[in-house]
T-cell receptor, first 114, second 118 residues
Framework: KQEVTQIPAALSVPEGENLVLNCSFT??????LQWFRQDPGKGLTSLLL???SQREQTSGRLNASLDKSSGRSTLYIAASQPGDSATYLC?????????????WGAGTKLIIKP | DTAVSQTPKYLVTQMGNDKSIKCEQN?????MYWYKQDSKKFLKIMFS???????INETVPNRFSPKSPDKAHLNLHINSLELGDSAVYFC?????????????????FGAGTRLSVL
């Protein structure tokens, strides 16, 4: 059974710092991995999707890496800003054909202090 | 225009009532989903529809019945509401759902419906 764990559950850092969020999964036979952010009272926004054949994806100040063999992914945020404050969720795709679906971590709540 | 919109945003109701949550996407996507986010913030898939057909039906009580009148809409009807149904329900859509489809799997979410059963 695939389980997704995100550590830490919460993180508070001063503005301007670079930071890393961690995601681990128990079954390395995944197809894709996706990072989302969730803002209070709003839906989830997709940040990056890493396909199983890729090792990383970059979008602006965000860089996500994937190491399937060790069952880990990291989300690196450069030069953090108060607007980055949100809950960051990691999700992995597993299953085949009609059972292909996302399995979610519980998220890391990030607070960037001005 | 909101890509994935769900209504209502808040729903407070009594135990035993029947309620519906509506979801519409204007992205032209083929696949739509309903998720439940519990108090511990875990998201769990409830249902997934592809071109109006049910493709994922996780273990949820049969009091929950999804209905997809067309591929742009996926509504969730809940009968005989219970206290444990209190949660945030999210609708989402994607172009497709396939292990070989890469970025076409990216899911776009609605803002959520916070259901409180008293």
């Amino acid at each position: 059974k695939q389980e997704v764990t995100q550590i830490p559950a919460a993180l508070s850092v001063p503005e301007g710092e670079n930071l890393v969020l961690n995601c681990s999964f128990t079954d390395s036979a995944i197809y894709n991995l996706q990072w989302f952010r969730q803002d209070p009272g709003k839906g989830l926004t997709s940040l990056l999707l890493i396909q199983s054949s890729q090792r990383e994806q970059t979008s602006g100040r965000l860089n996500a890496s994937l190491d399937k063999s060790s069952g880990r992914s990291t989300l690196y945020i450069a030069a953090s800003q108060p607007g980055d404050s949100a809950t960051y969720l990691c999700a992995v795709y597993r299953g085949r054909d009609s059972n292909y679906q996302l399995i979610w971590g519980a998220g890391t709540k990030l607070i960037i202090k001005p | 225009d909101t890509a994935v919109s769900q209504t209502p945003k808040y729903l407070v109701t009594q135990m035993g009532n029947d309620k519906s949550i509506k979801c519409e996407q204007n992205l032209g996507h083929d696949t739509m989903y309903w998720y439940k986010q519990d108090s511990k913030k875990f998201l769990k898939i409830m249902f997934s529809y592809n071109n109006k057909e049910l493709i994922i039906n996780e273990t949820v009580p049969n009091r929950f019945s999804p209905k997809s009148p067309d591929k742009a809409h996926l509504n969730l009807h809940i009968n005989s509401l219970e206290l444990g149904d209190s949660a945030v329900y999210f609708c989402a859509s994607s172009q497709t759902l396939s292990k070989d489809a890469g970025t076409k799997n990216i899911q776009y979410f609605g803002a959520g419906t916070r259901l409180s059963v008293l």
